[in-house]
Structure formats: structure tokens, C-alpha cells
């Protein structure tokens, strides 16, 4: 391990994640705060805290961990007291025949193995952890220990299970379902009604998993809790009915849309967590575009004006695309606002406001408020209607960059939605810079995937040789035994050259203009999945699953 300590603004310009423009932007800012210049940098999202153990990972040779993907063991917590990991800034991984695995934020600190050796009495293997997610997790993790909310949980049911009428908390029970949703990671809660039973079930890197099942008296005493914390009409159950609510849990605080629809064993509920703070912003290299797709990106996001578009179903990562298509921008030079429903992430470079349609303030009203704000960028959540495609492609024709998302299957479908919401063939051909398609795929675990032959449905489908070697899921602790740890894009980019310009000026068939896509390099999504599957960083089922 290398452990000469360089300055984090030596650091961090050898790795190529800052300019020198940017360290004298913060060191202006730090002047007036008081902060640590590392601290700056990240407030003001110029680097994450991602980037920063990246970049000590590779100047240490310490590997990195994606520490929200992993499930520390709880007996490796139990060996490093509380105390311990939130002086040294210590993440306990797991027990293993060598010793302890240890997340750390600093390999350069000597002490760290001594202190870790002193606690457990175990050699160390170090793995560089963000700090942000290191201070999180620990408070999570030990939280856990002292209040284990599976067991409570478990507890309730075996209580109402029990046939002596005995009834439980409904607030606490509501508490400790979305404390085990945080915990777990999961971004939709369902609460689900049968014949006989309530069950609830989360969604975890995009699939549902059966958590907790509950007696069926229960069901409507729970939906009738959660619809009063969400501001919902208790007496009204055969309506469709959306509300919202806020959860804390050690500092954090989530913003829940609630929805419920009447189903034939009663309502079902779904409740959808969205951090108040944001998620930790990305840049596109770390999202998982190919290579000649990744160059194609950052061309269309640093054009000076033109629309360009990020597809895909609810959940497929477009705002992640976006905000880290955000950080390709010069913030300091430029000015970009943006409107969003809700702000998911946190980016004080730039201006954000939120979507208040009571107050008359949509997407379409921001933009005509956004051009009188000598904008540079314009980022807008959705183009849902006719009047928002039409403000965003004259603010696209008039010399601004527009960035926003769309709901289409496909890049080439997006041409057709767009002619549907009244954008005509011309203005579309003089407006449109590119489209972005993405989903996500679960990323197979590389500590326990398994080595496998493509069988002939899977090559045909992947278009991939009989002889291809593939992966599949295995099970152990690093992925709490789901084979999968983590996910990535699988994408199509769509990039427009004066032929297809002049093809879609002209109103040609989308089958034309894909077609001379096609003759120029584009690469669908299966074929980017497929590329995923050859060389082991997903696996035919999971390619399967998202695509079909």
C-alpha cells in the first residue's frame, strides 16, 4: 500500500476529478465557511464522497466497496464496539478465515489496523468506504443490533397469530416496516390484501421481495394508520387515493407518496420513499454506458443549445442520468435550473425549484419563467403534456440546453411521442440533439457468481455465440444471498447526423430513420445487455427479467 499522503486537491487533480478552477472556487467558498476543503467539494457536489474513496482506492491500492450494497454481518459488528467505528470511522463487513473486513474512509491512517486489532483481537483487510455512507451505516447497522427490528416485527405477528385476540401498536408496527424498508434499501413498499392474509413486500434494486406476512384482520387497521399519517380520507375506500407523509429514522428523513387503489380482498397500498437529502450524485462514468456510447453522451450533453432526451419506465435511473449529466456541465460558468417533482438530489451549484401545482407553478410555467432568468441550462423532470414539449423545444431553438425525460420504450420511440404531443417533423429535426434510453440491471455479486454455458434460447436472444461463457448467480454473505450486488444502465444512445436530420424533417417512417442509426454504429439495448452478459457483469436471467 502506498501511504504517502498527498493534499486532497493534489489528489483529486492527478485523478482528473477537479480543475484547478474549481479548487480556487471552493477555496473562496471555504474561506467564508470554515470547512475542510474536502468537505467543500462535496457540499457543493463538484466531487462526491464516492469519488474521493475512488480515487484513495487507487492511489492506495486498497480495493473500494460499494458499502449500500452490502450487509455487514452482525457478528463482525459485534466484535468493533459503537464507539469504536464512529471514532475511527470503521464499517465491521464480515468475519473471514484471514480475519475482519473492515470499510474504512482513510487508508492512509496507520492506526487503523492497530485500533481494529486492539478491538477484535483479528487481522484486518481494509476496503475504502465513502465517509457520508460510512457515518450512515454505522448508525444503522448498530441501531440493528441494540433494537432488531425483524425480531419485533416477528413478535407482532406471532402475537396476532396467537388466536387470544391480542392486538398490537399499529403506529409502532408502521414504524418498524418502513424502518426495515430504509435498512433494506428497498424504494417501494407494498401493503398487499388476500383472502387470508396482509402481506408486505419491498422492491430492491428494481424487484419486489416478499418481506412480512400478517393476519388479514390486521389490513385495514394498517392501511386505515398510514392513510391518517398521509392526510388521506379514511371513510373513502373505493376511490383511488394519493397522499403523502415523512418518515424519519436516525436523521434521515423520507419523503412517502402513498397511492391506494380498491382490489377484491380490499385496498392496496403503495408506499414510495424518496430521500428529503437526495442521493449521492454520480458522474456518467460510473453509471455503466459502454464506451463508444459514454463518448456519444458527453458530446450531446456539452452541445451549447438542442434538447436531449433520457426514456425509460419509472425507475430506471433517467434523473440519476440527468444530475450526473449535470455534473458534466461547467456549474461555475454556467447558470442551470432546473424543475422537478420532487428535487430527488441536492446540488447547490445550481438552481433548483420544485413542481407546487396549487400554487400554479408546473413544468410548463417554469419554463417561461426560466427565460427571463438568462439561463444556460434548463433541466426539466418530464415532458408530460403538449404545452411542455412546445416551451421546451422553442427554449431548445432559441439557444439553450434542455435536458429532460420522457415515458417511451425506446430512443426511436420518443421521436414518435413527441409528433403525438404536436412537435412538428421540422421543429423536431432543428430542436433534437439526441435521446438517451436506459433500464437497470442487477449487477451479479463478484464474490459468488458462477462461471456457466450460454444455453441456444439465451445466445439466440442475446444474439451471442454457443460457445460464449457466461455467469449466473450464486448466493453468500456480500449479497445477502440474492447473487446480485448493485445494478447498472444498459442503454441505447441515439445520436442524430444530418441524414437522419433530413429524414426526420421529411416525416420518413421510424423504421428509416432507425435503419440509418443502425448504418452508423447504433447500439440497441439488448445488444449493450448482451455485451453486459459476455463479459460477466450481469447474467442471461436478469437480462431477461428486464427486457424479456
Known amino acids: 500500500m502506498n501511504t504517502t499522503k498527498k493534499p486532497i486537491g493534489v489528489l483529486l487533480k492527478e485523478q482528473g476529478l477537479v480543475t484547478e478552477q474549481q479548487i480556487q472556487f471552493a477555496l473562496a467558498e471555504q474561506r467564508a465557511t470554515g470547512e475542510k476543503l474536502g468537505e467543500c467539494l462535496t457540499r457543493l457536489g463538484i466531487i462526491t464522497d464516492s469519488e474521493l474513496a475512488m480515487a484513495l482506492s487507487q492511489q492506495t491500492g486498497v480495493p473500494f466497496i460499494d458499502v449500500r450494497s452490502f450487509t455487514p454481518d452482525k457478528e463482525a459488528l459485534r466484535r468493533i464496539p459503537a464507539h469504536v467505528a464512529r471514532s475511527q470511522r470503521l464499517l465491521p463487513l464480515r468475519l473471514s478465515d484471514q480475519g475482519i473486513e473492515v470499510a474504512t474512509v482513510d487508508p492512509y491512517d496507520p492506526n487503523v489496523t492497530q485500533v481494529i486489532l486492539r478491538a477484535t483481537g483479528l487481522k484486518a483487510k481494509l476496503f475504502v468506504a465513502p465517509e457520508g455512507e460510512i457515518r450512515k451505516l454505522v448508525e444503522r447497522y448498530y441501531y440493528l443490533i441494540e433494537h432488531p427490528v425483524d425480531d419485533e416485527i416477528t413478535k407482532a405477528i406471532k402475537q396476532l397469530t396467537s388466536g387470544a385476540g391480542i392486538d398490537v401498536d399499529l403506529s409502532r408496527l408502521t414504524e418498524l416496516i418502513l424502518t426495515s424498508a430504509v435498512i433494506q434499501r428497498a424504494t417501494d413498499v407494498h401493503v398487499t390484501p388476500s383472502d387470508k392474509s396482509c402481506r408486505i413486500m419491498f422492491r430492491i434494486d428494481g424487484v419486489l421481495e416478499p418481506r412480512y406476512v400478517f393476519p388479514s384482520r390486521v389490513h385495514t387497521k394498517l392501511i386505515t394508520n398510514l392513510k391518517v399519517k398521509a392526510g388521506m380520507d379514511i371513510s373513502e375506500q373505493r376511490k383511488p387515493q394519493d397522499g403523502r407523509m415523512s418518515f424519519e ?202 462461471a456457466s454455458t450460454i444455453t441456444k434460447e439465451e445466445a439466440e436472444s442475446l444474439g451471442l455465440p454457443l460457445e460464449t461463457q457466461v455467469y449466473r448467480a450464486g448466493s453468500c454473505s456480500w449479497c445477502r444471498n440474492t447473487g446480485y450486488m448493485g445494478r447498472t444502465v444498459v442503454s441505447e444512445v441515439l445520436g442524430f447526423s444530418e441524414t437522419s436530420l433530413k429524414l426526420i424533417a421529411r416525416d420518413e417512417p421510424l423504421s428509416e430513420i432507425l435503419a440509418q442509426a443502425k448504418s452508423e454504429g447504433f447500439m440497441s439495448i439488448r445488444e449493450h445487455a448482451a455485451q453486459k452478459v459476455s463479459e460477466g457483469i450481469t447474467s442471461p436471467e436478469e437480462v431477461r427479467r428486464v427486457l424479456g
Open 249 to 450: 429514522f436516525l436523521g434521515d428523513i423520507f419523503d412517502v407518496r402513498v397511492s391506494t387503489v380498491k382490489t377484491n380482498f380490499g385496498e392496496n397500498m403503495v408506499l414510495r420513499l424518496l430521500p428529503s437529502k437526495g442521493e449521492a450524485l454520480l458522474n456518467l462514468e460510473q453509471l455503466g454506458f459502454g464506451q463508444e456510447q459514454l463518448g456519444l453522451v458527453h458530446e450531446l450533453f456539452s452541445r451549447p443549445y438542442g434538447i436531449v432526451l433520457i426514456t425509460g419506465p419509472t425507475g430506471s435511473g433517467k434523473t440519476t442520468t440527468l444530475y450526473a449529466a449535470l455534473r458534466d456541465q461547467n456549474s461555475i460558468e454556467k447558470n442551470i435550473v432546473t424543475v422537478e417533482d420532487p428535487i430527488e438530489y441536492q446540488f447547490l451549484m445550481i438552481r433548483q425549484t420544485q413542481v407546487n401545482e396549487k400554487a400554479g407553478y408546473n413544468f410548463a410555467s417554469a419554463i417561461r419563467t426560466f427565460l427571463r432568468q438568462d439561463p444556460d441550462v434548463i433541466l426539466v423532470g418530464e415532458i408530460r403534456d403538449r404545452e411542455t414539449a412546445s416551451l421546451a423545444t422553442r427554449a431548445a431553438i432559441t439557444g439553450h440546453l434542455v435536458l429532460s425525460t420522457l415515458h417511451t420504450n425506446s430512443a426511436i420511440g420518443a421521436l414518435a411521442r413527441l409528433k403525438d404531443l404536436g412537435i412538428s417533423p421540422y421543429l423536431l429535426s432543428t430542436s433534437l440533439s439526441g435521446i438517451v434510453a436506459q433500464r437497470l440491471v442487477r449487477k451479479l455479486c463478484p464474490y459468488c457468481k458462477e
